[in-house]
Each structure stands twice: as structure tokens, then as C-alpha cells.
């Protein structure tokens, strides 16, 4: 089962040349797979279906699209017949869905049947576009026996829910597992297994998603950064309560290093968690994860980037 989702793979420019500017999330995800030749030889007998569950550039990814997703997934994936299920998705935060998706969906579920995203970072117009290949990379590991988890494929490499981060902004390699590393190649067809397949969430970070949907309000998080000069200001406004606007519920913040912060930012985020705003401390180094310190009064991200550790965050505001 493929579900189509948007992103540049299902994206269109008015020239062929033009990699940049173009218009993502506008061709079917049924079309994209009429694209693909040699799909029948990976398809070994299989019967490929579709579903366009939304049509986004998934820079405006929104919390009813995850929540749509993920109750698709698991009705798909609860069928006998269904081996796997694909995703085709924007590069920009398909981490962040993988992510949600692993924290998610019923471990009795991927720990049996993969579930694979992909994406492209050149449109399907593109003179060389590269999401025929990633689908059809996708395909084979969702159909590679064994494979269960959620994972990502992107330019012949297998990368966990869990690690898989943006790395590049142009090159179509644009993904890195951090220092995890990929999880596998795919190479003319076949998946070279390099780690153990993901394992699913078990208690740590699991959200029932029937639980996700008793809050109709998802609890609002915010990430702050921390650099110099940075004086805290921006943590004090949004301490402020506004009309119409959710209050804040907690706060990621991405630290210099070990997740350290300007001595200014971090009196701000003291008040913050004084007024009962969840902190938790990250970092903006792209590797490495956050060591706890003895007697920090914020809570830290461990190995998640700022991004996860926000919906890790809101999903565990959700789940008291
Ligand atoms: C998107 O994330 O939807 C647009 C960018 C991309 O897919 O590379």
C-alpha cells in the first residue's frame, strides 16, 4: 500500500532545467507509480495500491495529516493481505513524521510489516528526477523479508525512524543517520542490511494514538535556540498570554554544545518552568547527543534532535 502525502517527488516546475523552482505536492501518488519503470520486476507478483492521504509541501506539515496518516497506516497494515506500507512524503520534515510515526502507531504492528517513507528532492518534471528511483528503493525494502520498522529511503540508503535527519539542502543525498549510521543500501534491487531492522517504541516515548486523539488541541511546544548574545527575551513574550493563542506548554530548547545555555536564556527558561512550562534541553549540534548534567532543573533530549524532542514532548504532555 502506497500512500501519497505530497513533497517535491510528487512536485512540478515549468521547466524541465529548473530543480528549485517549482511547485511541490501536485501529481497523484498513482501517477508517480505509472512513472516508475521495472516497478513489476521489484513488485515479485505483489499488487501495488494507492491512497492520497494529503497533498502538502510538507514545510506546512499539520497535526490532523500526522493523525490521518497514522490511522491509515495502521488500517492498512492491520489487513492480512498487506505486506507494507509506503509513504511518500516531503523531504523538509519527513523526519519529524517519521519520527511521530515510530512514537505512534501499535508495536504488535511494525514490529511485524515495515513502514517505509520516501521522497525526492528534485521534482517529477525534473530532467533527472530522483524520486522514480526511491520509489522503486522503497518498494523493495518494504517487500524485503524481515524488514519491519519505520523507515526512510533516500538515495539508496536505508535510515531508522529514530536517526534520520535533513542534512543537505540541494544534494539528493540529503539524509544521514548521525552517528547511528544507515541502517542499509539498497543496491539494483536489493536491501544490504548493515543494523538490526528498528525496533518499535516500547513504553519510553509510546503515545496510544487513541490517546493523541482525546486532545483536540495538541499542547503547544516551542523550540528556542540558544547563541550569543541571546538575552532570553523570546521565552519571556511567549510566557505571556495572549488571546486566541494556545498557552505554551513547553519548550525545547537547542543548546550551544551539551545543550549549555547563555546564562540569560537559561534565568528566562528557570521563570518558564517556574509557571509550569516543560523544559527540555537539546542541542543544535547536527551529531551527538545530550549527556546529563548533575542538578539541571531542565529535563534533556537524549539522543533527540530539537525537532523530535518536540513531539516526544508533546506527545508525553499528552499522555499524563
Ligand atoms: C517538501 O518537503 O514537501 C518540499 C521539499 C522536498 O520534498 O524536498
Not at 533527472?128 to 533516500?154: F, I, R, Y
Not at 550551544?256 to 547563555?262: A, F, I, P, S
Request: with cysteine; net charge negative; aromatic share 4%.
Amino acid at each position: 500500500m502506497v500512500l501519497g502525502t505530497g513533497g517535491t517527488i510528487a512536485g512540478t516546475a515549468q521547466s524541465a532545467s529548473d530543480n528549485i523552482g517549482y511547485t511541490a505536492a501536485q501529481v497523484g501518488v498513482a501517477q508517480l507509480l505509472d512513472g516508475v519503470p521495472g516497478l513489476p520486476a521489484v513488485l515479485q507478483g505483489h499488487d501495488l495500491c494507492t491512497e492520497q492521504v494529503a497533498q502538502v509541501d510538507s514545510k506546512d506539515m499539520r497535526f490532523d495529516i500526522w493523525l490521518a496518516l497514522a490511522q491509515r497506516v495502521v488500517h492498512h497494515l492491520a489487513q492480512a493481505e498487506v505486506s507494507a506500507v509506503v509513504i511518500t512524503h516531503g523531504t523538509d520534515t519527513l523526519e519529524e513524521t517519521a519520527y511521530f510515526l515510530h512514537a505512534v502507531l501499535p508495536q504488535d504492528l511494525i514490529s511485524a510489516k515495515p513502514v517505509v517513507l520516501t521522497c525526492a528532492m528534485r521534482p517529477a518534471s525534473a530532467l533527472n528526477p530522483d524520486g522514480p528511483q526511491n520509489l522503486m528503493d522503497a518498494v523493495t525494502v518494504a517487500l524485503t523479508p524481515g524488514s519491519h520498522g519505520v523507515v526512510a529511503v533516500c538515495a539508496g540508503t536505508v535510515h531508522g525512524g529514530l536517526d534520520v535527519q535533513k542534512a543537505h539542502t540541494y544534494k539528493v543525498d540529503a539524509f544521514t543517520s548521525g552517528d547511528a549510521g544507515p541502517l542499509a543500501y539498497v543496491e539494483e534491487a536489493q536491501v544490504r542490511l548493515l543494523r538490526k531492522w528498528p525496533l518499535a517504541q516500547v513504553n519510553k516515548g509510546h503515545v496510544a494514538i487513541k490517546d493523541i486523539l482525546k486532545d483536540e488541541v495538541w499542547p503547544r511546544v516551542e523550540i528556542v535556540m540558544n547563541y550569543a548574545g541571546c538575552d532570553g527575551q523570546v521565552v519571556l513574550a511567549m510566557l505571556q498570554p495572549r488571546d486566541s493563542v494556545a498557552p505554551l506548554r513547553g519548550l525545547v530548547v537547542a543548546g550551544t554544545g551539551n545543550g549549555t545555555l547563555h546564562h540569560d536564556l537559561e534565568r528566562a527558561l528557570r521563570q518558564a518552568v517556574q509557571s509550569g512550562v516543560k523544559v527540555v534541553r537539546s542541542t543544535r549540534c547536527a551529531n551527538g547527543r545530550v549527556l546529563p548534567v548533575a542538578d539541571s532543573e531542565f529535563a534533556h533530549s537524549e539522543d533527540l534532535s530539537p525537532v523530535k524532542a518536540r513531539i516526544a514532548l508533546m506527545l508525553g504532555l499528552m499522555s499524563r
